[in-house]
């Protein structure tokens, strides 16, 4: 009886121990499994957050590159503009030059028209057409009549235009109101009498038409 009783013992000994040793095993595996995920996820999370961040970095960098690149393509626009402007400008104003370079000698040259115009105007035609008018007197005149037709027909190959504005609607941009005129027969506002005539060079006033204006009596 003794011996069985040791040998149970002895038996129960070792199974308890065996279990213990299984138990402990099941555990320290598991604890080493946990321990190998805690530890391979520790070991990847920062490779995978570098990444992102990398990433993230990337992104911004690109978005920072593009904005750059359209700044500096509307700078580039913007400079093209400026000097498609500038020469524009630039030939405006060589045309301009070429074209009114002759502005001072024409103020001068018409005053000479001037003379020519008043001299004409000053003989009386009925003396002209008089059959015993002085042959003469005719023919200076009609040089005379010659010689300031002749100077428009140089006027106007220059750019350089006469305007004797009569019954014209009065504009300042061409016309000089030196005076009022009553008049009820024609339109309020209206050129009544030219004392001197103008002048255009290439259209712009170079001087403008010395006039007398209708008003309402």
């Known amino acids: 009886m003794a011996s069985i009783s040791t040998r149970s013992h002895r038996l129960f000994h070792f199974l308890s121990r065996t279990s213990s040793i ?3 095993s099941c555990i320290s595996i598991r604890s080493l499994s946990q321990y190998r995920t ?21 992104d911004a960098n690109i978005a920072q590159i593009q904005e750059e690149l359209r700044e500096t393509r509307d700078k580039y ?15 405006r104003q060589i ?26 105007e000053s003989v009386p035609q009925q003396e002209i057409a008089s059959a015993a008018a002085n042959q003469h007197f005719k023919s ?3 040089g005379l009549k010659l010689t300031e ?4 027909k140089v006027f106007s190959a220059h750019g350089l235009r006469k305007i004797y504005p009569i019954n014209e609607k009065f504009d300042p941009n ?14 309020d506002g209206s050129i009544a009498q030219v004392s001197k005539a103008g002048y255009l060079l290439h259209g712009r006033t170079l001087r403008p038409a010395m006039v007398g204006v209708t008003k309402a009596p």
């Open 22 to 24: 299984k138990l402990y």
């Open 38 to 58: 805690k530890l391979t996820n520790t070991s990847t999370n920062p490779e995978d957050q570098s990444s992102k961040k990398d990433s993230a970095e990337a």
């Open 77 to 91: 626009l913007r400079t093209l503009a400026e000097i498609e402007n500038m020469r524009e400008r630039t030939v």
């Open 95 to 120: 045309n301009d030059a070429k074209m009114y370079a002759i502005q001072n000698f024409s103020k001068d040259i018409i005053a000479v028209a001037d003379i020519l115009e008043k001299a004409t």
């Open 140 to 142: 200076l005149y009609e």
């Open 149 to 152: 037709s002749q100077l428009q």
């Open 174 to 187: 061409f016309h000089e109101a030196l005076f009022q005129v009553e008049n009820g027969e024609k339109p």
